[in-house]
């Protein structure tokens, strides 16, 4: 199975932006469709954005387009997730998530913790 570890959450002024980075283990990671999700406190597990596995193609939740980005380097095995102008409702706990090709989403990641002040 694909171990993910997620790095880069903290505590951010709403206005700020933090890039958060994910590692998955595997030889074939630029097989792997990528995504992050987070969830807020009280709140199910919502999407946030995804990209294909060339990186040529990606998708985001309407509540972050135009400010998040997501990113991935296949010779490194890392996809990331920058995300500027952030808001206090952007705090959560950012998950990493991987599709090795089942159509579903296989493993995910640890969680990094993400705070947004007003």
């Known amino acids: 199975q694909v171990q993910l570890v997620e790095s880069g959450g903290g505590l951010v002024q709403a206005g700020g932006s933090l890039r958060l980075s994910c590692a998955a283990s595997g030889r074939t990671f630029s097989s792997y469709v990528m995504g992050w999700f987070r969830q807020a406190p009280g709140k199910k597990r919502e999407f946030v954005a995804s990209i294909s596995r060339s990186g040529a193609s990606t998708s985001y939740a309407d509540s972050v387009k135009g400010r998040f980005t997501i990113s991935r380097d296949n010779a490194k095995n890392t996809v990331n997730l920058q995300m500027n102008s952030l808001k206090p409702e952007d705090t959560a706990v950012y998950y990493c998530?991987?599709?090795?090709?089942?159509?579903?989403?296989?493993?995910w990641g640890q969680g990094t913790q993400v705070t947004v002040s007003s």
């Open positions: 998530t991987v599709d090795t090709g089942s159509g579903r989403w296989d493993a």
